[in-house]
């Protein structure tokens, strides 16, 4: 079992950065794969982001992709997602997810293949 804990978000001119955190609590492995994922109202849960916890390996949405970097800290067992040259278009409620075993292909940008969400953090951004 694992839980997860997202801080970080908040309200942000168009062009300025955030930086997202999600805590970890319980057994996590190389194996994991972890993402970020957000919902504006109305709309559905999309991908945003993932990384394979053991190698490092990275994953965006094509509209993020240069903007915003996942990253994750083993030590302290926390995931993050910088986010910088935000836009109003990126407003939406963040949500950390785990999955424990390694995703491949297109299974890693699907909500419904991770097992373990957060309680997810708002992102407004202003224009």
């Known amino acids: 079992q694992v839980q997860l804990v997202e801080s970080g978000g908040g309200l942000v001119q168009a062009g300025g950065s955030l930086r997202l955190s999600c805590a970890a609590s319980?057994?996590?492995?190389?194996?994991?794969?972890m993402g970020w994922f957000r919902q504006a109202p109305g709309k559905e849960r999309e991908f945003v982001a993932a990384?394979?916890?053991?190698?490092?390996?990275?994953y965006y949405t094509a509209s993020v992709k240069g903007r915003f970097f996942i990253s994750r800290d083993t030590a302290k067992n926390t995931l993050y997602l910088q986010m910088n040259n935000l836009k109003p278009e990126d407003t939406a409620v963040y949500y950390c997810?785990?999955?424990?075993?390694?995703?491949?292909?297109?299974?890693?940008?699907?909500?419904?293949?991770?097992?373990?969400w957060g309680q997810g953090t708002q992102v407004t951004v202003s224009s």
């Open positions: 990384i394979r916890w053991g190698s490092g390996s990275t």
């Open positions: 997810a785990a999955e424990p075993s390694p995703l491949y292909s297109g299974r890693l940008y699907l909500p419904r293949e991770y097992d373990y």
């Open positions: 319980g057994r996590t492995s190389d194996s994991y794969t």
